[in-house]
């Protein structure tokens, strides 16, 4: 299944299968990208982070890709699991920010058996 | 990996009492720490910054006399809620960057939230 955008808060997937999670993001000037993963009521989680010198960037089961001419930015996650299901944010941040992140609206991800 | 706390988890208070959320980094000292602000189903909202030995940034939109915050040592930050009332009633969440050898745009660790509901 494929989230697009920020139009389909929901995402909804068979266990074993591939997900992809999209975000667009707005300031041109960011250069530094995290996903993070949250359950409910707890605090984001970092999963994988992608400087703006770099296309791609593999973790466990997981992979970020960074389109910086479009200003789009997805997460793969490989072999979805139930433990998978949560909400997954996007954030941006710039340089000269000072760490000051930006958060995408979030895709909840629905893992079914 | 570094670890960040907060203190309360839940806290429920009555209207136009004054609450303190403590967030504290464990294993790292933190020079700058952030609160964000998070209705249900929806994103992290940035309240402010605060920097440790210096008085908070807050963003616009943000009463810095409602939401006070004291960065008092490299380790804690604390947000008080004062006068609270039920539309304060939010998860409160903290991060804490660790600039330790690192660029300024690096890794936040979050703590796990607090739940304040105001009666």
């Known amino acids: 299944g494929e989230s697009v955008g920020l139009h389909l808060p929901t995402l909804s997937v068979q266990e074993g299968d591939n997900s992809i999670i999209n975000c667009a993001y707005s300031n041109s000037a960011s250069d530094y990208f995290i996903w993070y993963k949250q359950e409910s009521g707890k605090g984001p989680q970092f999963i994988i982070d992608i400087r703006s010198n770099m296309d791609k960037r593999q973790g466990q089961r997981v992979t970020v890709l960074l389109n910086k001419t479009v200003k789009h930015l997805s997460l793969q996650i490989a072999a979805t699991q139930p433990g998978d299901s949560a909400v997954y944010f996007c954030a941006e941040t710039a340089t000269d920010s000072w760490g000051k992140l930006q958060f995408g609206a979030g895709t909840q991800v629905v893992v079914t058996p | 990996g570094a670890v960040v706390s907060q203190h309360p988890s839940r806290v429920i208070c009555k209207s136009g009492t004054s609450v303190k959320i403590e967030c504290r980094s464990l294993d790292f000292q933190a020079t700058t720490m952030f609160w964000y602000r998070q209705f249900p189903k929806k994103s992290l909202m940035l309240m402010a910054t605060s920097n440790e030995g210096s008085k908070a940034t807050y963003e616009q939109g943000v009463e810095k006399d409602k939401f006070l915050i004291n960065h008092a040592s490299l380790t804690l930050s604390t947000l008080t809620v004062t006068s609270a009332h039920p539309e304060d009633s939010s998860f409160y969440i903290c991060?804490?960057?660790?600039?330790?050898?690192?660029?300024?745009?690096?890794?936040?660790?979050f703590g796990p939230g607090t739940r304040l509901t105001v009666l």
């Open positions: 991060s804490a960057r660790d600039l330790e050898g690192r660029q300024v745009a690096d890794t936040q660790y």
